[in-house]
């Protein structure tokens, strides 16, 4: 039987499973960093006015040039 004083050892490691969290965690950060890089970008365009209803490359009806849908 065991001690009932001591608590049970933990499993081993999966390393399969590691490698698919390690993985996921590095897909999300490349995919915030791609977002962040895309806000950053429309956030430029909006401040040089190339984006926005009095922008110069306006649409009629208040769509500008560059789209961002």
Do not use: C, H
Not at 4 to 15: G, R
Not at 22 to 45: G, I, M, P, R
Not at 46 to 65: A, E, H, M, V
């Amino acid at each position: 039987m065991g001690n009932p004083f001591k608590s049970p050892k933990p499993p081993p490691p999966d390393p399969r499973l590691e490698a698919e969290i390690k993985a996921a965690e590095e897909q999300a950060a490349a995919d915030k960093a791609q977002d962040e890089k895309e806000t950053a970008q429309l956030e430029s365009k909006k401040r040089r006015g190339l984006i926005g209803t009095r922008s110069l490359f306006g649409r009629p009806g208040g769509r500008g040039y560059f789209e961002t849908v």
